[in-house]
Nanobody
Framework: QVQLVESGGGMVQAGGSLRLSCAASGRTFSTYAMGWFRQAPGKEREFVAGINWSGSTTDYADSVKGRFTISRDNAENTVYLQMNSLKPEETAVYSC???????????????????WGQGTQVTVSS
């Protein structure tokens, strides 16, 4: 089992940047695929970015391609989400998620993940 704790959220003006971190407990972090999701008020949770166990494969929602970057440091048990050129409509709670799997596949569905963090609020003002 793995526990996930997000940090790095906050308030930023449109066009600004934030870097989210997700720290994982446990010694098997390097065998988990990871994902970032977000949920705005009144909307369903949606996929933002994902990364496979080794970091060799990544995938992004079309809306964030070219602006967001997911990465991981298996030695530090941490996955990151660098967000640039943020837009007001991206205001949401951002959560990281994990599922065991040593493959090149990146999971994009909410139901594919077994473990979730509590989330961190990102607010983008116009």
């Amino acid at each position: 089992q793995v526990q996930l704790v997000e940090s790095g959220g906050g308030m930023v003006q449109a066009g600004g940047s934030l870097r989210l971190s997700c720290a994982a407990s446990g010694r098997t972090f390097s065998t988990y695929a990871m994902g970032w999701f977000r949920q705005a008020p009144g909307k369903e949770r949606e996929f933002v970015a994902g990364i496979n166990w080794s970091g060799s494969t990544t995938d992004y929602a079309d809306s964030v391609k070219g602006r967001f970057t997911i990465s991981r440091d298996n030695a530090e048990n941490t996955v990151y989400l660098q967000m640039n050129s943020l837009k007001p409509e991206e205001t949401a709670v951002y959560s990281c998620a994990a599922r065991p799997g040593v493959t090149n596949y990146v999971y994009t569905a909410v139901g594919s993940y077994d473990y979730w963090g509590q989330g961190t609020q990102v607010t983008v003002s116009s």
